[in-house]
């Protein structure tokens, strides 16, 4: 299974930015997907959550400029980033919790996205 992310870069502040994260391989089913980011010199965040159920997590500092959604049938997840603000700036990585198909048996695994720079400029 990997896990690809795409969608950073320089934004200005105010602006907007929607990251994707689509798994591959053996997936049988994503059992919750999200986005976590990590600026210099912080430890990793929760960004935002979805479960297979829909069920969605935010941090407080993105609720209501964040939404994270998932396209079930594409194995993908997406975080729109609106009112992006210099705080904001950070590597964001996607994390999925994933039942994976093991020769003739399933298992779950927790995988990561190789990180994608996001720079929110003042």
């Known amino acids: 299974v990997q896990l690809q992310a795409f969608g950073g870069g320089l934004v200005q502040g105010g602006g907007s930015l929607r990251l994707s994260c689509a798994a591959s391989g053996s997936v049988v089913s994503i059992n919750a997907m999200g986005w976590y980011r990590q600026a210099p010199g912080k430890s990793r965040e929760l960004v935002a959550a979805v479960t297979s159920d829909g069920s969605t997590d935010y941090a407080e500092s993105v609720k209501g400029r964040f939404t994270i959604s998932r396209d079930s049938a594409k194995n993908t997840v997406y975080l729109q980033m609106n009112s992006l603000r210099r705080e904001d700036t950070a590597v964001y990585y996607c994390?999925?919790?994933?039942?994976?198909?093991?020769?003739?048996?399933?298992?779950?695994?927790?995988?990561w996205g190789q990180g994608t720079l996001v720079t929110v400029s003042s």
């Open positions: 994390n999925a919790r994933i039942t994976e198909s093991v020769g003739a048996m399933l298992g779950e695994g927790d995988y």
